[in-house]
């Protein structure tokens, strides 16, 4: 009778160990680590779409476009900066096609204008180059990098990621500026914005605030629906 005794409690501490660990297991308790990792961005396919939607992107930018700007953002942020600018080819000139995009506190920072190269189309953007001297706009992912003064005002520099796409930007002196041809004044004279050598100018208004937001190292995307594009890049 009295192993029987001593063996009840015994099993019923087993059995209070193994309910513990199976619910440590099934309910981590959180920690400021984990707590961390969640506040991540999350990279799956399903997360772009969740992300598309917490950031109310809809009507404002086409998924297709998104995916494939958030698809290089993943591959290309290697010094995990948040912010996410995207430049909309496909649209005309009289439409607002620039997204700064913050994807961590999932907000839109600015929409604005912004005019393509001379030789790129009229109000549409048909036509794309690498090549210097071309005046014509360049797809593909860019890293931006300082800011200078130069002979459109305050500029910043702008590194083309894609090898035969726009990795001649430094070359053909691609960058962010301002520009008086990038306007709604300028739509309503001429029925679409005016157009640059190939950088994609912003509102003298918008000029200085956004690049001085995603100056030093954050992803620009310039998109277009283009099939040697999506051909040549390793990226999308």
Known sequence: MGVQFLNIPMRIILLSIIF?????????????????????????SSGCELLYEQMKLEGVIHFDVFQAAYTGYKKLNIQNN??????????PSTEKRMYVLDLEKKEVLFVSYVSHGRNSGENYAT????RNGSYQSSLGFYRTSGTYLGGNGYSLLLDGLEEGINDQA???AIVIHGADYCSEAAIR???RLGRSFGCPAL????ATPIIN????????????DQANYLAMSDVI
Request: no cysteine; charged share 20%; hydrophobic share 45%.
């Open 20 to 44: 513990f660990v199976f619910s440590a297991l099934s309910f981590p308790i959180g920690t400021k680590e984990s707590m961390k990792d969640a506040s991540k961005i999350d990279f799956s």
């Open 82 to 91: 948040p912010l996410l600018t995207l430049i909309d080819f496909s649209l």
């Open 127 to 130: 036509s794309f180059s690498n």
């Open 170 to 172: 430094r070359l053909r």
């Open 189 to 191: 004279s001429s029925g």
């Open 203 to 206: 509102p003298r208004e918008l």
């Open 213 to 224: 937001t995603i100056k030093g190292g954050s992803l620009l995307f310039i998109y277009a």
